[in-house]
């Protein structure tokens, strides 16, 4: 008989045989500590939830919490993530993302980062795509285009299973290991990036969250503690960084990049996983400043593109001054949700920019296998 509970650190080890076992992303033991345990908005919330047969972890979900305000108020939502069940787990499933989704206490439960695979499947749960088509649209930027047209050449070779092994048996293109904050350090003005772990960063940031928290009807809390959480990932040190535009002694615009490469085969990328403006920015302006520094940061340190998700929150005139960029369009539903409640005051105010998900260590880099 299989059952259904919540996960504790001490299932660790079973989960990572289960992961391993359905050939998931590889993480160590840390970095599911890190990632499960450790973020500072959990609160009451279950770090998710694991299907048990005979002392065996046969499939699991994860469940991030995160802070946000609504109309003013506190309330807690959360993001579904590591959704895998192995031979021994089939048929939990669905209990297990029932189990997530109906959580209570929670206004939304949803999935920032779906793939083409997994989109039915939430419908199927009864999630819906509330973005609409705006949601599948997204800008990069083409920092090395041979890298990026290379890169992107050898994902459609494999989509066959024959291609696919053989452009993953080997590592097609090096990282850069150095952190991201050395190099932003060294090639961007004083005042583009933040180290939030600073005091009068920290300060900085909590204005800016501050200020978005009074002038919207739903937001994510922005707090300096939440972002040096997004730091520390165990299995990638440094391959974040948090740059900033500011207006005198205040924060006008903020934006966190990851440095993802996500398989053998394509280049290392530089992801914005949230931009912001302050209410009273000048926004073509602000925005420029911030994909300038992003491109510059991108290109030092090695990346290939520079992609920006949800990219229709912006109007066209205001990205119109951030140089030479390209469209493109998933050919599926990145974003489902179930929300609670029916008078819709959640999903009607939430704008989301990235933040909110599982990108900060969904986003992953090679190697994806286990050190031998």
């Avoid at 961007?188 to 009068?200: E, F, H, N, Q, S």
């Avoid at 002038?215 to 994510?220: F, I």
């Avoid at 520079?306 to 990145?334: M, W």
Wanted: hydrophobic share 40%; no cysteine.
């Amino acid at each position: 008989m299989i059952k259904i509970r919540t996960i504790t650190p001490d299932d660790l080890p079973r989960v990572m045989d289960l992961v391993a076992k359905v050939d998931f992303p590889w993480r160590s033991h840390a970095g599911w500590q890190w990632a499960l345990f450790e973020n500072p908005q959990q609160g009451e919330i279950p770090a998710g939830f694991v299907a048990e047969k005979e002392g065996r972890v046969v499939a699991m979900v994860g469940l991030q919490a995160r802070n946000f305000t609504l109309e003013g108020e506190p309330v807690k939502a959360a993001t579904g993530h590591t959704f895998i069940a192995g031979p021994e787990g089939r048929g939990s499933g669905v209990r297990l993302a029932k189990r997530a989704i109906t959580y209570p206490g929670l206004a939304s439960v949803y999935s920032l980062n779906n793939n083409a695979s997994s989109a039915g499947l939430y419908k199927k749960l009864g999630m819906k795509a509330w973005l609409g088509d705006g949601a599948l649209n997204r800008i990069e930027w083409p920092i090395r285009p041979g890298a990026m047209g290379t890169g992107l050449a050898f994902s459609r070779l494999a989509r066959s299973d024959r291609m696919y092994d053989a452009l993953s048996a080997r590592e097609w293109f090096a990282a850069k290991p150095k952190p991201l904050a050395d190099y932003a350090q060294q090639s961007l003005a004083t005042g583009d990036w933040l180290d939030p772990a600073k005091p009068d960063h920290a300060r900085l940031i909590e204005n800016f969250d501050a200020e978005l928290r009074s002038s919207r009807r739903v937001v994510p809390v922005r707090s300096a503690a939440f972002y040096s959480y997004l730091l520390t990932d165990p299995d990638a040190p440094g391959r974040s960084v948090l740059l900033s535009a500011r207006e005198g002694d205040s924060i006008s615009g903020l934006m966190l990049t990851i440095m993802s490469k996500p398989n053998a085969y394509e280049p290392a990328g530089l992801d914005i996983v949230d931009l912001e403006l302050a209410s009273g920015a000048p926004r073509a302006a602000t925005i420029a400043h911030l994909i300038g520094a992003a491109r510059k940061l991108a290109k030092v340190s090695g990346a290939a593109r520079l992609r920006l998700i949800f990219s229709d929150r912006f109007a066209a005139s205001e990205v119109k001054g951030t140089g030479l960029r390209l469209h493109r369009r998933f050919s599926y539903d990145p974003a489902h949700a179930s929300f609670a409640g029916d008078d819709g005051r959640f999903a009607d105010g939430w704008s989301p920019t990235g933040i909110e998900g599982d990108f900060h260590f969904a986003l992953r880099v090679a190697p994806q296998r286990a050190p031998r």
